[in-house]
């Protein structure tokens, strides 16, 4: 099971840091992932950080702006966003897979319940 937290309402520029916390078992093995969802929107890739932490993935459109770190013996996954933008308004996701990584998230078998961001300018 996958819980996300720390979405909340932050005015442009500013700073947020979401949480995902694994429970009920260890994603040992498993990328982990963030997706996001903006209003009349298809969900699409953010980051997503191998198990090990050796590799990390970005979108283009969030890249030099958010950082995606894990810790494993936690079982939890951090995304910093720095420099926000009104565009990066949605619901945010936490995922899992245990292959190789993926930006489809389609891919992702493993879902938390989403947290939201408002960034407001």
């Known amino acids: 099971q996958l819980q996300a937290s720390g979405g909340g309402l932050v005015q442009a520029g500013g700073s947020l840091r979401l949480s995902c916390a694994a429970s009920?078992?260890?994603?040992?093995?498993?990328?982990l992932g963030w997706f996001r969802q903006a209003p009349g929107k298809e969900r699409e890739f953010v980051a997503a950080i191998s198990w090990s932490g050796g590799s990390r993935y970005y979108a283009d459109s969030v890249k030099g702006r958010f950082t995606i770190s894990r810790d494993t013996a936690k079982n939890t996954v951090t995304l910093q966003m720095d420099s926000l933008k009104p565009e990066d308004t949605a619901v945010y996701y936490c995922?899992?897979?245990?292959?190789?990584?993926?930006?489809?998230?389609?891919?992702?078998?493993?879902w938390g319940q989403g947290t939201l961001v408002t960034v407001s300018s």
């Open positions: 995922a899992a897979r245990t292959m190789g990584f993926e930006s489809r998230s389609a891919a992702y078998n493993k």
């Open positions: 009920g078992r260890a994603f040992t093995g498993f990328l």
